[in-house]
Each structure stands twice: as C-alpha cells, then as structure tokens.
C-alpha cells in the first residue's frame, strides 16, 4: 500500500483516485474546484479544497512522501506548468501529468515529468483498435513493435482446434488459455475452442494482424 497524490479532479483525476483506492492505497485528492472536491471525498483518503498554483499550500498538504503524485489539469495549461514546477521544486520524485495538446506535452517533458498521458487520444486509440479487431479485448504495446493480446473466441470460432487455429498465427505465442475460472498454461493442441474462450498471445504486429483475419 502506497500513498499517491492526484491534483485536479475531473473526471481523469476522479477516476484515477478511486481506482487507486480501489488497489488499496491511500489517496489525497486536490482540486480548487468545491463541487469536484465534495463529490470524492468520501471514497478516497483526503480531498482537499486547494489552488495548486500556490507552492505554499502545496507544502502545507505535507505530499512530500507521496510515491507520485498525478497532475490530471488539462484545460489550464498554465495551472499544469506551475502546478508541475512546484513540484519538482519540491523534489517530488516521480510526476505524471495529463497533456491536452503538443505545446503542452512539450513543456512538460522539458520540465522532466516522467510520464505524459494523453486520456482523449489514447482511449481514441483504443476504440479505433476495437473497431478494428473486433477480437481483441484487451492489448498491451511492449517495446520492438511487440504487442500482448486477450482474444475473446466468438460463435465463428467454436469448434475450431487451437492449432489449427494458431497456425495461422506463426511467430505467435500463447501465454494462456482461459475457459470460466480454469487457466491453462500448456494448452494442447487438440483443444477444440469453445464461445467465450480467452486466449492471451504475444507476438508483433504483422503476424497478429494475419491471425485477427481469421476473425473477421
Ligand atoms: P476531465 O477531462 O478529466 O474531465 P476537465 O475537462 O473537467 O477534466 P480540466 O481542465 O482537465 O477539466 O481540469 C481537471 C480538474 O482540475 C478540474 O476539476 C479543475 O477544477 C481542476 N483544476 C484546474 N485548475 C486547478 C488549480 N489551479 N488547482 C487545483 N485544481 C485545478
């Protein structure tokens, strides 16, 4: 269990508090928004009433032994730069930030905050994704162009045979095979696929994408 900070409580910075709490750490929530502030405060540990452009009262919240601390304002751009510079006056050690455009995720990075999140793109992302590869449920983009994959095996699938199936896929590796609450590691090739399988692959791009043509 961790304490975190999130600056700005939008509904980013909400969601974000909540779901830290819900992974058992200790937030403290800060917007100069009253509404905002009340609407959280009885789901995560502090929320505070407080302008985050005034260093003082950014030490008095006494979030120095934060392990990261979220600045999740994006329309004030210049509330997020002065924000974001308090902070690493105050040495806080690990800062991301939500940028709403270019210039903005420009002068965060030369403020040295460690990660920059772009909500609104990276969700068009995914949703183009899904539109895209109906199939995939889930991804995570690794290094190298390699990406892991949750299939979901839909009612044109049943009755397939893993390995005939994964053939189309080489170069592919499947981590597991999931059906209601058994997880299986070395799936046998005979399996024959059933509606609402999940499969978790990893693999790169081009071969996934010749595998997801399966699904279509
Ligand atoms: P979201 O896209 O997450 O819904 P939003 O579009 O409502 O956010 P943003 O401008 O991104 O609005 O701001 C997020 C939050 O940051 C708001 O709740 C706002 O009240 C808060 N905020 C803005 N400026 C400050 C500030 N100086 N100090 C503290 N909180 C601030």
């Given at each position: 269990m961790a304490l975190f900070t999130v600056i700005g409580l939008g509904s980013f910075g909400a969601t974000v508090a909540t779901q830290l709490v819900n992974l058992n750490h200790d937030v403290i929530g800060i917007d100069n928004n009253k509404r905002n502030v009340e609407s959280i405060s009885d789901q995560i540990t502090h929320a505070v009433i407080a302008d985050a452009t005034d260093e003082h009262v950014l030490k008095e919240l006494?979030?120095?032994?934060?392990e990261a601390v979220v600045?999740?304002?994006?329309?004030d751009i210049e509330a997020s730069i002065l924000c974001v510079l308090h902070l690493k006056n105050m040495g806080m050690n690990k800062i991301w930030a939500k940028a709403k455009s270019k210039a903005h995720h420009m002068i965060l990075t030369h403020l040295g905050v460690d990660k920059i999140i772009h909500p609104e793109e990276d969700m068009g992302t995914r949703v183009a994704q899904s539109l895209s590869y109906?199939?995939?449920s889930r991804y995570m983009g690794l290094e190298d162009n390699h990406f892991i994959v949750k299939i979901e095996i839909k009612a044109n699938q049943k009755g397939e045979r893993f390995q005939h199936l994964m053939d189309h896929g080489s170069g592919i590796k499947t981590i597991l095979h999931k059906r209601g609450k058994e997880i299986i590691y070395?799936?046998?090739?005979n399996l024959i696929l059933q509606e609402g399988d999940i499969l978790v692959v990893e693999g790169e791009l081009e071969p996934l994408r010749k595998l997801s043509a399966r699904f279509k």
């Open positions: 006494n979030i120095q032994n934060c600045v999740a304002i994006g329309e109906p199939m995939v070395s799936i046998d090739p």
